[in-house]
């Protein structure tokens, strides 16, 4: 399910699926995308960022055309403990494996993969990204 921004409508909650997996996507080329992004994030609840939260910046294949320092999306998803996917969605293949990758976190997220959680797996995806 997609939205444009949280809060989500409350008149239809109760045919809403369970959220196993809230991905926020930014684009680089528009300042708006990651206001919207940043508006938004104080409609998910907490225990969300206990891995089940990523951000995804498309648009990285044009530096030239970027409105946004992918520094200052790395300082949010540090700040929200959540991983970020980097990839431009113009090119087939890129796009066939980012759609891959968060196909694999939402099977996570959703407790589909036995032995790993949510949660621990972001804490995978962190210590790689420290070293």
């Not at 959220?19 to 998910?44: G, R, W």
């Not at 970020?84 to 993969?113: D, K, N, P, S, Y």
Request: glycine share 4%; proline share 4%; hydrophobic share 45%.
């Amino acid at each position: 399910h997609l939205a444009t921004s949280l809060p989500l409508p409350s008149e239809r909650d109760h045919l809403r699926p369970r959220i196993d997996m809230v991905v926020f996507m930014i684009d680089i080329k528009s300042k708006y995308s990651l206001k919207n992004v940043e508006t938004s994030l104080a409609h998910v609840d907490a225990n969300f960022f206990l891995g089940k939260v990523c951000f995804l910046v498309t648009g990285v294949g044009r530096v030239n055309a970027c409105s946004i320092e992918t520094n200052a999306v790395c300082k949010l998803a540090e700040a929200y403990c959540s991983p970020v996917l980097f990839c431009e969605l113009e090119l087939e293949g890129i796009r066939a494996a980012t759609a891959q990758r968060l196909l694999r976190m939402l099977q996570i997220c959703a407790g589909h993969i036995p032995g790993v959680s949510a949660l621990s797996f972001v804490s995978l995806m962190r210590s790689s990204n420290v070293d």
